[in-house]
């Protein structure tokens, strides 16, 4: 059963010019993609930087504005969805990035970063918050010292963590994670990856990686989708990717990302079995890659390349 499933997306921005602001031409951010993300399912969708990833994330949340196409959540379309399905949504769907610290001072403490949201969406008292932030720091493998401390006091992986216990507290179904994960170094990936599989087992959380490290995808998710330009052009699990890449953009992306020390092949090996064994129940068809007037190939039941404009 699909959690969430899009279809035909595109986002387009106006380019406007001169003294009036005409509208002489349009940037084509998003140009008809088409995925599904099945509950336990894990995602990457992986590109250049200005491919679209970011706009990808931030439509899923409600944060730009949809051109055209639809976000099915729950057999409904979210596009048009009322304020009361809304919420549901809002709390199912959470979106993770840097981004966020823009929009907060450095100075704010770990407990009161983490608790807003319950203090915006639930009524506990104070002793119940405080054992609900303490919970979710155990969640993402910080000690509970960590609360009484402020957000400027932590390092990359401390702050990424924190992020994600923030996302926790709505017990949503998808994590939408753009970045972050990319600039930690190899161990912290590592730990991330173990705190989100440990909640996939638990709560049924599925994720969405929006990255540009394809290596970093291939370790953190079961499929991979490459994004050039707004379009997708292969879509495959994480090892039709790694062992039989087909594009020449997914090509160029494995060179400049190459894989892991090979002292670390077998460690890898494992978690990237386990994440296709999970990811058994995602049917992939031919529909998920890009509605875009691309001719495709299949090369295999779960793998789709794009033929390039000649
Ligand atoms: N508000 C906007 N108005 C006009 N163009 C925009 C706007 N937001 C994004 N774009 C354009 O859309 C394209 C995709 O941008 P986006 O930020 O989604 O890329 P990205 O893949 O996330 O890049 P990065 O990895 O560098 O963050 C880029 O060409 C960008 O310039």
Redesign the pocket.
């Known amino acids: 059963m699909p959690l969430l499933r899009v279809e035909d997306l595109k986002i387009h921005?106006p380019i406007k010019s001169g003294i009036f602001s005409r509208q002489t031409g349009r940037?084509r951010?998003i140009d008809g993609i088409n995925f599904t993300i099945c509950a336990r399912g894990s995602l990457a969708i992986v590109?250049?930087?200005?491919?679209?990833?970011?706009?990808?994330g931030r439509a899923l949340v409600g944060l730009e504005q949809v051109t055209s196409g639809q976000i099915i959540y729950a057999g409904r379309n979210m596009i048009q969805a009322t304020n009361r399905r809304l919420t549901d949504y809002e709390k199912a769907i959470q979106l993770i990035s840097k981004d966020e610290f823009n929009f907060v001072g450095r100075h704010m403490l770990v407990l009161d970063y983490i608790a807003s949201p319950l203090r915006n969406f639930c009524n506990l008292s104070v002793t119940a918050e405080k054992a609900r932030v303490m919970e979710l720091l155990s969640v993402v493998e910080l000690s509970s010292d960590t609360a009484a401390k402020s957000l400027a006091q932590l390092n990359e992986s401390e702050l990424c963590r924190v992020l994600i216990a923030r996302a926790l507290t709505r017990a949503p179904k998808l994590l939408i994670i753009d970045?972050l994960i990319t600039s930690l170094d190899a161990f912290a990936q590592r730990q991330i990856l173990r705190i989100l599989q440990g909640m996939q087992r638990e709560t049924q959380l599925s994720w969405l990686m929006?990255t540009?490290d394809l290596s970093l995808a291939i370790l953190m998710c079961g499929q991979i989708a490459m994004l050039d330009a707004g379009r997708f052009v292969e879509l495959g699990t994480s090892g039709d990717i790694r062992n039989h890449a087909s594009h020449i953009y997914t090509r160029r992306m494995l060179a400049a990302n190459p894989p892991a020390d090979p002292t670390q092949r077998e460690q890898l090996k494992k978690y990237r079995c386990a994440l296709e064994r999970e990811f058994t129940a995602t049917q992939v068809t031919r529909a998920h890659l890009s509605a875009a007037n691309l001719p495709l190939q299949q090369l295999s039941s779960t793998h789709f390349v794009a033929i390039p404009d000649k």
Do not use: E
């Open positions: 921005y940037i951010a590109g250049k930087s200005g491919a679209g990833k970011s706009t990808i970045g929006l540009n």
